[in-house]
T-cell receptor, first 114, second 115 residues
Framework: GQQLNQSPQSMFIQEGEDVSMNCTSS?????WLWYKQDPGEGPVLLIA?????ELTSNGRLTAQFGITRKDSFLNISASIPSDVGIYFC??????????????FGKGTTLSVSS | NAGVTQTPKFRVLKTGQSMTLLCAQD?????MYWYRQDPGMGLRLIHY???????AKGEVPDGYNVSRLKKQNFLLGLESAAPSQTSVYFC??????????????FGPGTRLTVL
């Protein structure tokens, strides 16, 4: 089945540093979504991408839909302690493919020390 | 709007017991999903529904059953709980599958322990 490879698995950074994480797939996707999960909570949508090459920002977060439609990255600038959590990428294949709506990566756990 | 709500928040079962997890959404979404989350495994789809009265299997459906009798509710049942079903369960919903309508909104989760 389709899989997303998300990296890195975990990151330990200092407050103020920039962060970058990415997801790759062997399949083409027509949607990339980035979620954040705080401890003890459900995932919350951060950014949605719908066009190859699209670059979208949400405050200190920037995400891009890869031009090949097989990858996406998320950058966080000037990290702060509340950025701590698990970040998930999720992709959806073309509509004519059977199966589930979204495929999720295994997550990147971010730790920020002040 | 409450969004997606789940009950209960926590539950402890003994092996062989049964239980039902309830998910409710007030966003008039057509699609609803049940996931389980285990350490290092990410989110794995158990079952999903594309509309009232329909259900379909996801990636890890064994040991679970679901029902979608009303559009706003999606129930996940465990008929005979096993320790391997100890996990955190998340419900989600979305308008549909087309780009721009497939953003999934998640509930707060149910933490289930099977002894």
């Amino acid at each position: 089945g389709q899989q997303l490879n998300q990296s890195p698995q975990s990151m330990f950074i200092q407050e103020g540093e920039d962060v970058s994480m990415n997801c790759t797939s062997s399949s083409i996707f027509n949607t990339w979504l980035w979620y954040k999960q705080d401890p003890g909570e459900g995932p919350v949508l951060l950014i949605a991408l719908y066009k190859a090459g699209e670059l979208t920002s949400n405050g200190r977060l920037t995400a891009q839909f890869g031009i090949t439609r097989k990858d996406s990255f998320l950058n966080i600038s000037a990290s702060i302690p509340s950025d701590v959590g698990i970040y998930f990428c999720a992709g959806q294949a073309a509509l004519n493919q059977a199966g589930t709506a979204l495929i999720f990566g295994k997550g990147t756990t971010l730790s920020v020390s002040s | 709007n409450a969004g997606v709500t789940q009950t209960p928040k926590f539950r402890v079962l003994k092996t062989g017991q049964s239980m039902t997890l309830l998910c409710a959404q007030d966003m008039n979404h057509e699609y609803m999903y049940w996931y389980r989350q285990d350490p290092g495994m990410g989110l794995r789809l158990i079952h999903y529904s594309v509309g009232e009265g329909t259900t379909a299997k996801g990636e890890v459906p064994d040991g679970y059953n679901v029902s979608r009798l009303k559009k706003q509710n999606f129930l996940l049942g465990l008929e005979s709980a096993a320790p391997s079903q100890t996990s955190v369960y998340f419900c989600a919903s979305s308008y549909g599958r087309a780009a721009g309508y497939n953003e999934q909104f998640f509930g707060p989760g149910t933490r289930l322990t099977v002894l």
